[in-house]
């Protein structure tokens, strides 16, 4: 069985989840609405990525005899003024993700719940990914400018992005 503490410090993660989720669909949708389809289908995919990071803590919750509550999402923004601007908020966003991630596997610690803990591994290695992943667009976009070529490449390029069920979850299938 799993203590009262972790059970809620799931269920506040797994409604972050589900609002990172939603944030990046509303990215995906305002590149959307601006052609950058290859920029749009990038957070369209994070957007995928978001969900199923909340549906493994779900399974996780359930398996561990606890009781998954969802929330009501908090509201998004819905505009950003430049794909550079997009992905600096997204870093910001992960690192609080991270931060989220990292006082969980805390509480893991001192509640001695090394089951928790060792599922959270899986998350601070994601999340060591998810931020170099948008270190490595800003500084991209930073390089690119106001080169619209350069930023039609780039959006091209994330066009090519495709969904993979992350690991925890192609287990499950």
Known sequence: MISPKIQDALNAQINAE?????????????????????????????FKEEQAHAEIFMNYLNSRGGRVELKAIDEVPTTWESPLAAFEATLAHEEKVTALINNIYALAEAEHDYATRGKLDWFVAEQVEEEETAKELIDRLRLIGDNGLALYMLDQELAARTYTVPAPLASKA
């Open 18 to 46: 589900f609002w990172s989720a939603y944030l990046y669909l509303a990215m995906g949708m305002h590149f959307e609405n601006e052609g950058r389809s290859g920029i749009a289908n990038w957070f369209k995919i994070q």
